[in-house]
């Protein structure tokens, strides 16, 4: 099966939105055996929409659409998708209870703006909205789907995920099985050195794909029309044990949930002192729900004075090692222990950049430390010159130690 993707509305053609929707369909799409032959963005016009949607009619079996759903003037897209299939608006009452539903969670009326959402392609397949006020729309014309969601991607990703992907895998009787194997402190070309003789002996049906992303490399592997998931998990387990303590998950794991399961299994609680990442970190754990049952809380001690006041960092050692230090950083965790009177403690210190950075320290320098009732270690890490990434890396990197700790008990 063949698909494209058509991403509808003048703010992705000027570089005011950038166009998130398409990927992500083209991930979801490639995970059940669907290739994506082309991705195109068009202006909110409806000739622009209709010579688009012909033209690639005539080479693929699935067009996904998103864009122009809304209840203004300038969202043209389901009055252009009624012309072109030659089809009436007609009231579907089932959206405009939807629409009432929403509204009364924000305690407002329904206006009449809104209430013509509503109003939907009598020959059309409606797709239920349960995030949103605009309903999807999945026509047919000669065998083909042509399939209209809305432009926001929780909207989209929610019809996607409930409705569109499950009907596109049973119509189709597809069957394939993916096992994603999460790693940290690796990288993909690392890694790929690493398992090449195992993904040199995959059978032609078992794929692989490398995942990287700032911090991570996450391996997927994908049977397809197989009978079993059982041979895929065989071939997990081998990648599993040559990578070792590096693999942290599997699927959709994070690292915040990770170390927070294994807190919360040991009993544990944790806190926090951040300089370079700002409170990243802080925002990673607290973004698990049920996190204030291991997280006391966290001081971004960006300046060098919070340091020693809040933490009780010696001035002494800031002035002879510097901020970003051995024995800074762990006079951080400490002080954060004590302060919070946790089980364990992070601290971060480093030269995020793009600005700051000496020879002796360089912009990604970044000291990781890991405090208990039963000691301290730390370690220094360099991860490039993108403040950014440095500090997403810091802070992945910094759970990350603390899960190869939690593990050791």
Known sequence: MVSAIITIGDELLIGQVIDTNSAWIAQQLNLIGVKVEERVSVADDKAAIENTITRLLKSVDYIFITGGLGPTKDDITKHTLCSYFEDELVMHQPTLENITRLFKLFGKDVNNINAQQAMLPSRAKIVANNNGTAAGMWFQKNGKSIISMPGVPFEMKGMMTEFILPEIQQLNNITIYHKTICTQGIGESWLAEKIADIESALPSYIKLAYLPAPGLVRLRL?????????????????????????????????????????????????AVAESCTGGYISHLITSIPGSSSYYKGGVVSYANEVKVNSLGVSANSIYAEGAVSKEVVEQMAIGVLKKMDSDYAIATSGVAGPDGGSIEKPVGLVWIAIASKEGIFSKDFKFGDNRERNIERAALTALSFLRKELIKK
């Open 222 to 270: 994908s049977c397809y029309n197989h009978t079993s998931d059982k041979e895929l998990g065989e071939w997990v387990d081998k990648i599993v044990e040559r990578v070792g303590v590096h693999v942290y998950g599997f699927n959709n794991d994070t690292l915040p949930y990770v170390v927070g399961k294994l807190l919360k299994e040991k009993s544990k609680t944790l």
